[in-house]
């Protein structure tokens, strides 16, 4: 493309300063292209053989990799270069269009990187749409499965770090999650595709220093000095624990633990998964061990993005030994009996809810609606009647500690607050309810079995609010 308006004079003719020009272009483009060569060259010496690939990986299929142009990234290209034919390669790269010509550059950048190395480049910028976090990284990984099977590419490596893995690792132990080992040096998935991270191991600060002794260049993220980003709050509070540990290889010791973490994980959830051979039925029945349960509903139920409290109440009902019908979609809902999963279709009406010491919490019912109940301050003008009719109501806390939901059934009766004692059949009628929804309608009892509330009509008489604290229990869709 430099070449491009200097073909149209005879070569005889043609001026010698276009020839010079040309000259000089091409002696830049080669020159850096020999750059780039050589920092890839002392990469491979110094990082590059550490790495370890599964043996598939060097078949003669094109291999991905995601460059953003930061240092890590910039590392793992100029490490992989030397480990295989540079046409086998692919260096993928998403421009977030976040931060005006910042992102461009970005792109720019790592174009050349590919260039100089003789890789093909592949890119896409986002247009608009939301930029939180979890939007970009959808949108990043969405461009990075589409050009993998465009490509026929089975990996995408990823230049996560130990620093990485020490910072996720923080962030899921805050929140109390299943997977503290994460991320993981390799992540596959359904479709066959599979993620490496084979700088899993190698630490930020080797990489650095690495870098600086030989003037590597790379693109540094402004949006790392931000604090609004819970990963970059984390990042800054590591150096303290150096002074905390006293000069110990803490983060060694942190990799260890996630490497037997790691290990434990894999053996639970091969067991976890030998149990899920039925898409539609789990047997349970047979397993004592709260960790492969765990695993295997998740497994069992991966096809379904269900919010953790829905997760935790099948697991619960499971580990309890009890028996409930729980909604996991607005169609679909886990009926649950002796520790037997079944999914069971909501296109028919015959089921029943049944739940027993309900206590805390959201409750998703097999009708595609769910029950939250919270603890809140109480005033006699949450008392008004668009309340007491609708789908949230207040109760007395002392006397809904523990609540059971079932199904209505002919010759319910109770007193509403502040009315006679009716039949629901009759309330029902009064306030229109279609017949077809009455059996949808979950009915609230207290421990006795005395009904406290059915939604869309009033609470019993005798648990209505006495002091400034209620239960306060709303009604919704899923």
């Not at 939301?130 to 990043?140: C, D, F, G, K, W």
């Not at 930020?204 to 790392?224: G, T």
């Not at 037997?260 to 047979?286: H, I, P, R």
């Not at 991966?302 to 099948?314: G, K, T, V």
Request: aromatic letters at 10%; a positive charge.
């Amino acid at each position: 493309m430099f070449l491009a308006g200097y073909g149209a004079e005879p070569f005889g003719q043609a001026r010698p300063t276009k020839y010079l020009t040309c000259f000089l272009i091409l002696t830049i483009i080669f020159s850096m292209n020999r750059i780039w060569q050589a920092y890839a060259r002392v990469i491979s010496c110094e990082i590059g053989l550490r790495l370890k690939f599964p043996h598939d990986f060097f078949s003669d299929r094109r291999q991905c990799i995601a460059c953003s142009g930061g240092i890590d990234s910039v590392c793992l290209v100029l490490a992989t270069a030397t480990r295989l034919p540079v046409q086998q390669l692919a260096i993928l790269h998403y421009n977030h269009n976040t931060r005006n010509q910042e992102t461009d550059a970005d792109e720019m950048f790592v174009r050349q990187l590919a260039d100089g190395l003789g890789i093909d480049f592949f890119s896409e910028k986002r247009s608009s749409g939301v930029a939180t976090e979890e939007a970009l990284r959808s949108a990043r990984y969405d461009f990075f499965s589409r050009t993998m099977v465009k490509l026929g590419s089975p990996y995408l490596l990823l230049a996560h770090q130990a620093d990485d893995v020490i910072e996720t690792m923080f962030m899921r132990l805050a929140r109390g999650s299943t997977e503290i080992a994460a991320p993981k040096y390799r992540q596959p998935f359904a479709d066959g595709s599979c993620h490496l991270r084979p700088l899993i191991h190698i630490f930020k600060q080797e990489i650095i220093d690495l870098f600086i002794k030989n003037q590597i260049p790379w693109r540094e993220d402004s949006s790392n000095r931000e604090d609004k980003y819970l990963r970059n709050r984390i990042r800054k509070l590591l150096p303290e624990l150096d002074l905390i540990f006293e000069g110990r290889d803490w983060k060694r010791g942190v990799l260890l633990a996630h490497r037997y973490l790691e290990e434990d994980a894999a053996c639970l959830q091969s067991m976890a998964e030998d149990l899920c051979t039925n898409v539609q039925k789990l047997d349970l029945s047979g397993v004592s061990h709260d960790a492969i349960i765990r695993r295997a509903i998740q497994f069992w139920l991966r096809d379904h993005s269900l919010l953790r409290p829905c997760f935790e109440q099948i697991f619960d009902a499971v580990i309890q030994n009890y028996s409930a019908k729980i909604s996991i979609c607005a169609q679909m809902f886990v009926e649950i009996n002796r520790k037997i999963l079944c999914k069971v279709s909501t296109s028919t009406n015959n089921f029943k809810i049944n739940f027993k010491n309900w206590l805390s919490g959201t409750l998703y019912l097999p009708t595609g609606h769910q029950l939250t109940r919270e603890i809140v301050s109480f005033s006699a003008k949450d008392l008004c009647s668009k309340t007491l009719n609708a789908a949230c109501i207040y109760v007395n806390h002392e006397k809904c500690e523990k609540i059971s939901i079932r199904s209505w059934q002919h010759g319910d009766r109770y007193r509403p607050i502040n009315a006679p004692t009716k039949s629901l059949k009759k309330l029902f009628a009064e306030k229109k309810i279609p017949m077809d929804r009455r059996s949808l309608l979950p009915v609230l009892c207290d421990e006795e079995g005395s009904i406290i509330w059915v939604p869309h009509l009033p609470p019993a008489d005798f648990v209505k609010v006495q002091n400034n604290l209620a239960i306060k229990i709303t009604f919704s869709s899923t």
